[in-house]
């Protein structure tokens, strides 16, 4: 079992920045990737970016250039850095992982934290 807790969520102002973290603890010898998913108000869960074995990251349009994932292996915790940030990234923003238990591959999630972007 996996268990993937958020922090750093807030108020910005357009244009600030905002880092979240995300803190896996638990059974972590098989996570595949780590990342991050937001939903907006009134809208579907979508993804943000991920950080996969080797440091290999992937990013929504929406994010590359402006979005940065980070991971430190010997904390366990990875990290979303977000720059000039718009009202449409207003979010609820979910850590994810996916995992191997050698059987299967199972997907964890965290509680989200919310990222409010306004003036």
């Known amino acids: 079992q996996l268990q993937l807790v958020e922090s750093g969520g807030g108020l910005v102002q357009p244009g600030g920045s905002l880092a979240l973290s995300c803190t896996a603890s638990?059974?972590?010898?098989?996570?595949?990737?780590m990342g991050w998913y937001r939903q907006p108000p009134g809208k579907r869960r979508e993804f943000v970016a991920n950080i996969a074995v080797g440091d290999v990251t992937h990013y929504a349009d929406s994010a590359r250039g402006r979005f940065t994932i980070s991971r430190d292996n010997a904390k366990n915790t990875i990290s979303l850095r977000m720059n000039r940030l718009k009202p449409e990234d207003t979010a609820v923003y979910y850590c994810q992982a996916e995992a191997s238990n050698g059987i299967t591959v199972n997907d964890y999630w965290g509680l989200g934290t919310q990222v409010t972007v306004s003036s």
């Open positions: 638990g059974i972590i010898g098989g996570v595949l990737t």
